[in-house]
């Protein structure tokens, strides 16, 4: 059959260089990815046999098998799983069909300077391609179950690769490394010896669901050649294929656990929590989840993968069942196993099965019992959490109707109360000022903006405290006005503001009155003048140093959600917010001087004094103009007269 060659992408070709040239500290980690992709493999024809009968593929020994030629120094690992179709190894092993490639060579550079780079690999697909940092050729030979023919790929890593069509090839893929020569200085061991392999196999894939095998090297004779009455050995079983999640807790370690995750996730670090849940009675089921240390790298991009594996009676039927976990906790990882399942599902049935429903709702809410456990006992761990996952976590507050106090009780934000700390809701309330009836907010692109808004100016003057939420997704839940321990969640940029105590409200609402007739022919003015920007113009009690601000109606959308509505091609009609004045600033007192002495027979001066402080405010709190051109010429002419 013809070969055919073929580059790598350019991404590709850099990432294998950095391979085989980087510093990783532990190059063991090539076979644990080996490995795991076998057993990815017999999973998926398990699963491909139970669908489809008609592929004639041999389920009766599926096995990964371990195989070394010291004299030839080759290292095999071969599996007789579901392979590869000629168009399948041409996608996934001559590309990297990851979106995140260049942001992994950028991570990698810097790993690469902080001694950090072990964590990487698994993160980004590239598994396969660790072979490289220890083999400086390697062969995989491929048939996919049901097809006739195989396919054959080789590579040294250096910018190419050959595909060729064979006619006899085992069902299953196998990877033949032809291994650098040892060298301890660089950390490469001598990976055809039975006592390493054995080593690695045990720490990193001894909880695999399928027997590792190794085939034990045959005694030699005093001439050096294998002795010519050794019979075949039988392969040796490396692994235990022991399901942890099976197994009671005083049974297991911590380190096991977490090779389980690593192998799940392909994640280099620990866990930062291990969850265990069995449910016994009508319906049995065994979860064992884990909430990562760090959040990956493509958690909010379109067709992340979540981390559920579900089985059957130890039976693997899927690897990233949606069904089992809410999308705001999808960088869980995990494997549930149910007793009372048909093997024979599929992700629609999945989608309506009662069951499933529950198993859903159960495991949700033992997530977030468990971080409401981490916050009180280990504060620490719970602030890596919420740094890593704080900003997902929130997406259910806009989903999970039935968990959103509990969501809400282990979230935390950021205040005007501590710069660097963040606090919770329940923090907050005990610390509301007698009298304060809601816990008060303000969104924005950022802390800084937030608190240089006019908006928290009285909040400011008067010590209350108000939470600071810069998320994207914060502008969306809060629309909902939920609640928190009776108290509900109010924008200080909406609505009237009402502080202090009742005594202190009735001072102010009597002054304001006073107030409000002596600027009444302002404000009616303005509002006319302004109609096709503003509904409504009046004195503000949020303002102490500004002139003036834009606030919205207590139930109008924010224009920053406007935006996002937009920005998602949902149009939705401009909606005119409301212009508040200082009436203690000087430019608003001599500007109503100014409209009762000379009003009606000004012409266009006062009027574009109004559009500027309309402008002023709207700029004050990061809006756009809507005609930039005519502020910078207003502006220019007012600065003109002052010279």
Known sequence: MPTETFEFQVEARQLLQ???HSIYSNKDVFLRELVSNASDALDKLRLEALRDDSIGADVSDLHIAIETDRQARTLTVRDNGIGMSHDEVVQLIGTIANSGTAKFLRELKEAEKNAAADGLIGQFGVGFYSSFMVADEVTLLTRRAGESRGTRWTSSGEGTYTIETVDSAPQGTSVTLHLKPEDTDDQLHDYVSPWKIREIVKRYSDFITWPVRMVPEAAAGTDGEEGADDAPREPETLNSMKALWARSRDEVTD???????KHISHDWSAPLETIRLQAEGTFEYQALLFIPSHAPQDLFMQGYRRGIQ????????????????????RFVKGVVDAQDLSLNVSREILQQDRQIQLMHRRLAKKVLSTVKDMMSAEPERYATFWRE??????????????NREAIL????????????????????????KDGQEHIFYLTGESRQAIENSPHMEAFRAKGVEVLLLTDPVDEV?????????GKKLRSVAKGEVDLGTEEEKKEAATEREGRRQEYADLLGWMTDRLSDTVKEVRLSSRLTVSPACIVSDAHDATPALEN???AMGQEIPQVKRILEL???HPLVSGLNRAHAERGETDGTGLQETAELLHDLALLAEGGELGDPSRFVRLMADRLERTL
């Open 18 to 20: 950095m391979m085989i």
């Open 255 to 261: 380190d096991e656990y977490h090779e389980l995750y």
């Open 310 to 329: 579900l089985y059957v009676k130890r039976v693997f039927i899927m690897d990233d069942c949606e069904a089992l976990m809410p999308p705001y906790l």
């Open 389 to 402: 996952f704080g900003r997902v976590l929130k997406e259910g507050l806009l989903s999970d109707f039935e």
């Open 409 to 432: 009780g282990v979230s935390s934000f950021a205040t005007t109360h501590d710069k660097d700390e963040p606090t919770t809701l329940r923090q907050y309330v005990e610390r509301m």
């Open 477 to 485: 839940w809060v629309e909902a006005e939920p609640e928190f321990d």
């Open 564 to 566: 996002m509505y937009r």
């Open 582 to 584: 200082n009436p203690e």
